[in-house]
């Protein structure tokens, strides 16, 4: 037998408050001096007895109804315990603990599934325990006292992890089995997106190896769940008449249509108080993803703190979404270049608009710190390493924006490796020796950065070397040399643009030209876009780059404290990576926010079938089924009661 | 003549000290509210002159006395009896309860008092018996005044305690008793019924009247406790443990069908039974005992 909620059981004592009861008060009886019991014994005798019998019967009645409604609380549970393994065996338990699985009691499941999986073991054997969040990891033990207390414990992580990190180091822990047999059970939900990446390793290891793999499906066919997917702000090139507004974007996860109130707060973190909120119904068909309009505009300098949440359902970590956006007075600027000349009529171009510019050698860009940076300006470096590529790719997937010059000289390896721009490198550069020259002729006047040049003759500039790339896709250029080849590029709508020539007068006269100034600007201005967004997920390590050594305050949703930087490459650098739990996270002067993955809300199910075919074993109960006694006990009170209020009449 | 009355009320007489001065208030009191004297004079030694009461017969009017005088007068006589009386008194333990400020063996004195005042005042011959498990007192029947000094002092000493064996007592002095008589029984008759049925017999096989006065109190009747207690024996100190609510209706009923028994059984044997409780006025006991008076003239 086992207790969902153990702690309870200390309540049992008050069950003895009858009997005490019934001793006080017969200690308590008042002794009187009677002429003779002579007519008392006369009294039926049957009727006496059963008078003492019925007082006995009373008192054990009252004592279990009150047993038996206190032992309910504790939710008691019977596992019947039939052997899953006939011999001692190795077992590794591996649990999903994403916070898909808070979705109704699966979790509850779950947990009582893998007490019950333990529990069935026989003497001897050991037992291993993971969470697919990596929240506990429990080495092959024989203490499974201390396993199934600690099992007790557990709750849904906001994790929105696959299963797969969790099966390898699940394999690691295997390879220490001693027993002959050895089991795996993955206990989940069958979340799509969860068991999909490691069907084909389960199915192989099922194949190749002795262990014996089963997948306990704890979820629910049918399921009904709305998320906030993202927080956003629109448009990034903002007028009089299209001012900047905060967007909720909502999905409905399910097949019937969905109606919740979506609630949103806007902080100004200046202030730390309430600048705006409102309520709203939105009403969601089958699997609609919309974007909720906040009628609030975002434009005053500063820091804003954005909440939005939903009106409860069934699985309530995707229901709130935080959000930050800073919006710069001037833009910070950073432009890594291999020499000064390559960069300095940029340079001079942007200072005549509101951006404030930093230049850096190409070498020292470790000791740059680029959160800093709304935008940051790679001319033709030749110099960067892997390190600082991926420097870079963590800028930009932190919301930073790229505008690189690249020009013969580039080597492109690291553009493709670590930015992964999914654009072929490939290519040659192109001389082209004065009087012959290319100019700029096809443009996609689409495109926001462009559209305000169609009316403006773009083909004056003359162009007399450039990078001449040989794949590409049309739908990411922005405008065309005359030969054909791309200009201007934004690879995959990310904050990135190419320029696939150098802005120097020893290779064109475009920085010499009218459009040149505008152009520069409007690309600089769409980069840096009006909202630096620092938004991070649940597990992620927030990076900061204090000035000095001083310790910083960091306070997350539920506590307090202060940290030390590290010192990397000559570099003050202090990482957090406590994000277990969606909210606001104060680092120094800095807020970030952290959410839960909106994906894991997508409670898609992969089918048994589906699992079978991959030669997975399946099962919905390990052993026989366990039955709830919390409705038995529940019974059992109230049988008791009835029977005393029974024997009270009588 | 209401003042007298009074002293009717047990819990008035609980207030004197003196024995004698309570069974002479007991009679006065019971006297005065007969409307016919109980007197009457049974041989024709005469004794006194007294007034005419309302109620006596017109011709006891001595009319000579009335022709000197022009007063009714009537000629009392000393009356000559046989009639030996015996008051039984059980003392034992059980007699000593209270529910209330009169415990049952007070009221038995109280009676036993009265009692032997009237007789003697009768010139009745009065003998007094007390016992417990066995005789413990026996003053023989004799009808002078001078003896009713003896029979109050002897009931004004009497207190409770032990067991009690009526039947046995009862065979024993039926046996002691020699001419037959008016057996009196104050007792709560806690015993065997049975046994003390068949000793009543022996009396009345012995050829003596027999009046039986049941005293209890009035809480051993109703069984009014409302609280679980113990109970404790004040004959056997045995203890038992009971919630009186729940016993009350099958106590009354046992008790109710005992008496009821035991009222037809006397019956049956020429035996008067009279149960009463012990805060019952005393004149309704005398009255009981002047009907067997009566008849036993």
């Known amino acids: 037998m086992g207790f969902l909620a153990p702690s309870l059981l200390l309540l049992l004592s008050l069950a003895t408050i009858p009997v005490i009861i019934h001793l006080i008060q017969r200690i308590r009886l008042r002794k009187i001096s009677y002429s003779s019991l002579f007519f008392i014994t006369q009294t039926n005798r049957e009727t006496f007895s059963w008078l003492q019998v019925k007082e006995i019967l009373l008192l054990i009645f009252r004592t279990l109804f009150v047993f038996f409604l206190l032992f309910s609380l504790a939710r008691p549970y019977f596992v019947k315990k039939i ?4 011999s001692e065996a190795s077992r590794l338990i591996i649990l999903d603990d994403s916070y898909s699985m808070a979705y109704q009691n699966n979790f509850t499941r779950a947990k009582q599934t893998a007490l019950k999986l333990i529990q069935e073991l026989k003497k001897g054997s050991e ?10 990891k429990v080495n092959f033990t024989t203490d499974f006292f201390s396993l199934e207390k600690m099992i007790d414990t557990l709750r849904v992580s906001f994790s929105g992890r696959s299963l797969e990190p969790c099966f390898n180091k699940g394999l690691d822990i295997m390879s220490d089995a001693v027993q002959a047999q050895k089991d795996i059970y993955i206990i989940t939900d069958l979340q799509k997106r969860a068991l999909e990446p490691i069907l084909e390793r389960v199915n192989f290891i099922s194949q190749e190896s002795e262990y014996d793999i089963t997948v306990v499906d704890v979820g629910k066919e049918n399921h009904i769940n709305v998320g906030i997917e993202e927080v956003f702000v629109s448009p990034n090139f903002p007028g009089p008449d299209f001012p900047s507004r905060p967007y909720v974007k909502v999905k409905n996860y399910s097949n019937q249509t969905s109606r919740r109130m979506l609630f949103f707060s806007l902080k100004f973190s200046e202030k730390e108080s309430i600048i705006y909120s409102s309520q709203k119904e939105i009403v969601l068909n089958p699997y609609e ?13 500063g820091k804003y703190l954005f909440e939005a949440s939903l009106s409860r359902d069934s699985l309530p970590a995707d229901d709130r979404y935080f959000y930050t956006v800073k919006i710069d007075e001037k833009k910070q600027v950073l432009l890594i270049r291999d020499n000064a000349q390559e960069s300095q009529y940029l340079a001079r171009a942007l200072q005549t608009g509101d951006f404030v510019i930093a230049q850096a050698d190409a070498r020292a860009l470790y000791q740059q710190n680029l959160r800093q940076y709304a935008v940051i300006g790679l001319i033709n470096p030749t110099r960067l390493s892997v390190l600082d590529f991926e420097r870079i790719g963590h800028y930009v997937s932190g919301g930073g924006g790229v505008f690189a010059v690249l020009s013969e000289e580039i080597q492109t390896s690291g553009w493709t490796d670590i930015l992964n721009l999914k654009f072929s490198a490939q290519g040659k550069p192109v001389v082209i020796s004065p009087p012959g020259f290319v100019s700029i002729q096809e443009v996609n006047y689409d495109n926001p950065i462009m559209v305000i040049f169609k009316d403006i003759n773009l083909s004056a500039a003359r162009f007399y070397a450039y990078w001449a790339l040989d794949n590409f896709s049309s739908s990411s250029v922005l405008a065309y040399f005359s030969s054909g080849k791309p200009f201007l590029m934004q690879p995959d709508n990310q904050k990135i643009i190419i320029a696939f020539t150098a802005f120097d007068v020893s290779k064109t006269d475009f920085v010499f030209k009218a459009t040149f100034l505008p152009l520069m600007h409007r690309i600089f201005t769409y980069l840096s876009s009006p909202v630096m967004q620092t938004d991070y997920l649940i597990n992620d390590t927030i990076r900061v780059q204090p000035a000095s050594a001083l310790a910083l305050r960091i306070r997350t949703p539920h506590t307090e404290f202060l940290q030390t930087p590290n010192i990397e ?9 406590d994000t277990y739990e969606p909210g606001l996270y104060y680092i120094g002067d800095n807020v970030f926010s952290v959410n839960v993955h909106p994906a894991e809300g997508d409670l898609s199910r992969i089918t048994q079938g589906a699992l079978k075919q991959h030669n997975i074993k399946v099962v919905t109960e390990v052993g026989s089924k366990t039955t709830d006694f919390t409705r038995i006990s529940i019974l059992l009170a109230i049988l008791f009661l009835v029977l005393e209020l029974v024997l009270l009449i009588v | 003549m209401e003042s007298y009355q009074q002293f009717l009320k047990p819990e008035v007489l609980a207030k004197l000290k003196q024995i004698d001065l309570k069974a002479r208030l007991v009679v006065e009191g019971f006297l005065a509210g007969l409307h016919r004297s109980p007197y009457k004079g049974f041989s024709q030694e005469f004794a006194e002159y007294r007034s005419y009461l309302p109620g006596d017969e017109i011709k006891r009017i001595d009319w000579k006395l009335y022709a000197k005088t022009d007063r009714f007068y009537i000629k009392e006589y000393e009356e000559e009896t046989n009639l030996k009386a015996y008051l039984l008194i059980d003392a034992s333990g059980s007699m000593r309860y209270a529910s209330g400020k009169i ?32 005789l413990d007192r026996y003053i023989p029947p004799r009808s002078n005044p001078a003896h ?20 046995n007592t009862f065979h024993k002095l039926a046996e002691k008793i020699k001419r037959r008589g008016l057996v009196i029984i104050l007792s709560d008759l806690f015993d065997n019924k049975e046994n003390v049925l068949s000793a009543l017999k022996h009396f009345r096989h012995r050829k003596h009247e027999v009046l039986v006065f049941h005293i209890l109190d009035k809480n051993e009747l109703d069984f009014t406790f409302s609280q679980p207690l113990i109970l404790k024996d004040l004959e056997t100190s045995k203890e038992i443990t009971l919630d009186p609510r729940v016993i009350r209706k099958q106590y009354q009923k046992t008790i109710n069908e005992y008496f009821a028994d035991f009222k037809i059984r006397c019956r049956e044997h020429m035996i008067d039974y009279n149960p009463i409780t012990s805060d019952t006025p005393l004149d309704r006991a005398l009255f009981e005992y002047l009907q067997k008076r009566s008849k036993y003239a």
Not at chain 1, 127 to 136: I, N, R
């Open chain 1, 569 to 577: 490459n000559g570099q003050f650098i202090l990482k957090f990576s």
């Open chain 1, 289 to 301: 993803v919309k974007a909720v309009i906040i009628e609030t505009e975002i434009s005053q300098p």
């Open chain 1, 83 to 86: 052997y899953t393994s006939k």
């Open chain 2, 148 to 167: 009713l000094k003896v029979l109050l002092h002897a009931i004004d000493a009497l207190k409770a305690g032990g067991d009690t064996n009526l039947a």
């Open chain 1, 127 to 136: 037992a291993a325990f993971l969470t697919s969040s990596g929240s506990v």
């Open chain 2, 103 to 134: 415990s049952k063996l007070d009221y038995a004195s109280y009676l036993a008092a009265g009692l032997s005042y009237l007789l003697i005042k009768q010139r009745d011959s009065v003998g007094l018996v007390t016992f417990t498990t066995t």
